[in-house]
């Protein structure tokens, strides 16, 4: 009788841990990237050089699709949210002297906007982004399934292709089952 009891408590205590567990969700972290390569091209004429300070334009942008993520993409009908954590940025492909003056990094449809300065080969920073800002990019990587991201600035030479590799940290919340 005693057996039969204890084997009662052990089973009604496993219920009630398992119905209290949410099983129908799972929630996973993982990064979105986004690859921007950015080439300056010699100037044609002396007026397209900011000629006081021997500067070179670029601008460019580049959508990020959170499908293109495979581990966002097994759920991507089934995601609830999307959390962008941080964002970090490294860049790469610069040559001897070459160097990024000054770099803006936009996101459509939301008003933010880091500049970077003094950027050698190499260089890794996470932005400065405040929370509200994040969760701005979150709501619209969940509502759109995309962003474009862009960049613009000025280089100390030309020509010269340099990289951008922009890391979002995401936390992904998603159904298990359809």
Request: aromatic letters at 6%; glycine letters at 2%; proline letters at 1%.
């Amino acid at each position: 009788m005693k057996k039969i009891r204890t084997i009662s408590v052990v089973l009604v205590s496993m219920l009630l841990v398992l119905s209290s567990c949410d099983s129908t969700t799972v929630d996973f972290d993982t990064n979105l990237y986004s690859t921007i390569v950015a080439e300056i091209q010699a100037p044609a004429a002396a007026s397209e050089v900011l000629k006081s300070e021997g500067l070179y334009s670029f601008e460019t942008e580049k959508k990020l699709y959170i499908k293109d993520t495979k581990k966002i993409n097994d759920y991507i009908d089934r995601i609830n949210e999307i959390a962008v954590n941080s964002i970090s940025c490294s860049f790469s492909s610069m040559v001897g002297d070459q160097k990024i003056v000054d770099l803006s990094v936009f996101v459509d449809n939301i008003d933010l906007e880091v500049t970077l300065e003094d950027i050698n080969n190499g260089f890794e920073v996470t932005l400065d982004i405040d929370i509200a800002k994040l969760e701005e990019i979150s709501n619209l990587l969940l509502d759109n399934q995309e962003i474009t991201i862009k960049v613009n600035g000025h280089t100390n030479f030309a020509p010269m292709t340099f990289t951008t590799i922009l890391d979002f940290a995401v936390t992904v919340s998603a159904d298990v089952l359809d």
